[in-house]
């Protein structure tokens, strides 16, 4: 899987969470069906918001974007649907080309301390994987900790 389909699966994902988020919503507030529906649509959000933000942060660093274009990246989760033009966008202005850099390709950043982390993460992509999933998995198991945002009715 190159950088480029990971970060346009997830992308889209997120925009199909958005719309189970919403059709919970309609289906709670304005058709009265109880609170199921925005608890399963706001979970199955909620875990891949997590996985798109962290997938924006590390295709990000694979592709050398600046740290402005990663925070961007990440923010276009916070707006419904907004992460499918800013994938067209970044396809457009090649942002999505090239493979993940398991080697050195002599670039000036190829020995600052995250470039050599991530090389290394990404010759080992079953460690990756695990990382990413407790990664994620941490945060999601947190916040549902914490609880909604606004409290518990």
Same mark, same amino acid.
């Given at each position: 899987?190159?950088? #480029?389909?990971?970060? #346009?699966?997830?992308?889209?994902? @997120?925009?199909?969470?958005?719309? =189970?988020?919403?059709?919970? *919503?309609?289906?709670?507030?304005? %058709?009265? *069906?109880?609170?199921?529906?925005?608890?399963? &649509? &706001?979970?199955?959000?909620?875990?891949?918001?997590?996985?798109?933000?962290?997938?924006?942060? %590390?295709?990000?660093?694979?592709?050398?974007?600046?740290?402005?274009?990663?925070?961007?990246?990440?923010?276009?989760?916070?707006?419904?649907?907004?992460?499918?033009?800013?994938?067209?966008? =970044? @396809?457009?202005? @090649?942002?999505?080309?090239?493979?993940?850099?398991?080697?050195?390709? /002599?670039?000036?950043?190829?020995?600052?301390? !995250?470039?050599?982390?991530?090389?290394? *993460?990404?010759?080992?992509?079953? %460690?990756?994987?695990?990382?990413?999933? !407790?990664?994620? /998995? /941490?945060? *999601?198991?947190?916040?549902?900790?914490? &609880?909604?945002?606004?409290?518990?009715?």
């Amino acid at each position: 899987m190159t950088p #480029r389909t990971f970060y #346009r699966s997830i992308a889209i994902a @997120e925009a199909v969470t958005w719309t =189970l988020l919403i059709t919970g *919503m309609i289906m709670k507030y304005a %058709l009265k *069906m109880g609170d199921w529906p925005v608890t399963l &649509g &706001g979970f199955a959000h909620g875990l891949v918001f997590i996985s798109y933000v962290t997938t924006a942060v %590390l295709v990000g660093l694979n592709q050398r974007w600046p740290t402005k274009l990663i925070v961007g990246a990440a923010a276009t989760a916070f707006v419904p649907y907004l992460t499918i033009p800013f994938d067209r966008w =970044l @396809e457009r202005k @090649e942002r999505l080309d090239g493979g993940w850099r398991t080697t050195s390709t /002599g670039h000036a950043r190829d020995g600052h301390w !995250v470039d050599v982390v991530l090389r290394w *993460m990404l010759n080992r992509p079953v %460690l990756l994987s695990v990382v990413f999933v !407790v990664f994620v /998995g /941490g945060i *999601m198991a947190t916040m549902l900790f914490v &609880g909604p945002p606004g409290g518990r009715a």
